[in-house]
């Protein structure tokens, strides 16, 4: 089968439309919240929603359907093989505490990965915003419902000027802790609690920094298109190709990134 890239945008697009729809009637409108189990890197609960799983099994179904040659990796259900070589990564709410309260901060991450295992396509919807976050080799965009806008980093490049961003400091090991210490004593201004969104505002122009640890593969595989579209940088805390798992930075510039390395690379795993 050959791929067209436009397709697979269009489908990654109709896959989000499938997870709102699925999401949109528990809203600030959940009747339990389920717990999934202790978390090595959070206090507290580790919280499951019927609103994760029905927008997980509605994309899955659309895949099935139309898509059923590639293989689908989501957070709560059991991997799929792939015949054609190419995957899809589904988070359908990244950032369940922040759903949970009520918040128009987390996202649904779709990804597409070819057949050498590069995420290739990104999407981070925000849809109680209307806010539609796609990328894809070369290009990034915010769909809304007033259109489509080409969006780009902001290309801030010292880390003394940037806007930085990370969800829980509290998540970081103690010599994690101490490298994101020394960004935010260096940076203008420091946020907490957006999960993926802050990705989808880096790509944007108005985060310049994102650094993160304790991810998993569907936490990182839609962020890496949409950032690197928008003309932005990801790696792991070394400075390399980042893994679909653990640490990554993503950056406005090559400054800003090189003026973070020099903290987290002491951290590094």
């Avoid at 400091?169 to 993926?196: C, K, M, V």
Wanted: aromatic letters at 8%; hydrophobic letters at 40%; proline letters at 7%.
């Amino acid at each position: 089968m050959t791929r067209s890239l436009d397709a697979d945008l269009k489908f990654a697009a109709r896959l989000a439309d499938a997870a709102w729809a699925a999401i949109g009637v528990h809203f600030r409108n959940l009747d339990e919240v389920h717990d999934k189990g202790p978390s090595p890197s959070r206090p507290g609960i580790d919280p499951v929603t019927e609103a994760d799983r029905a927008a997980e099994r509605a994309m899955r179904a659309l895949v099935a359907a139309e898509r059923p040659q590639d293989g689908v990796t989501g957070e709560e259900y059991p991997e799929t093989a792939s015949e054609s070589g190419w995957r899809w990564y589904f988070d359908p709410i990244d950032g369940t505490r922040a759903f949970v309260a009520g918040l128009p901060l987390w996202t649904t991450l779709i990804a597409l990965a070819d057949p050498d295992g590069v995420p290739v396509i990104g999407v981070i919807d925000q849809p109680v915003l209307g806010e539609r976050y796609l990328g894809w080799p070369g290009g990034a965009r915010l769909d809304t419902p007033g259109g489509s806008t080409p969006i780009r980093v902001s290309g801030c490049g010292d880390l003394r000027e940037a806007v930085i961003a990370t969800t829980d400091p509290l998540i970081f090991s103690p010599p994690e802790q101490g490298a994101w210490n020394h960004l935010r004593s260096t940076a203008r201004i420091t946020r907490y609690g957006l999960d993926a969104y802050g990705y989808a505002r880096l790509a944007a122009g108005t985060i310049d920094l994102v650094a993160e640890s304790s991810l998993k593969t569907w936490d990182i595989a839609a962020l890496i298109p949409v950032v690197r579209g928008a003309g932005g940088l990801a790696t792991d805390w070394r400075g390399n190709t980042p893994k679909l798992s653990g640490q990554i930075v993503c950056a406005s510039s090559q400054g800003v990134l090189d003026q973070a390395l020099l903290a987290l690379k002491r951290a590094a795993e």
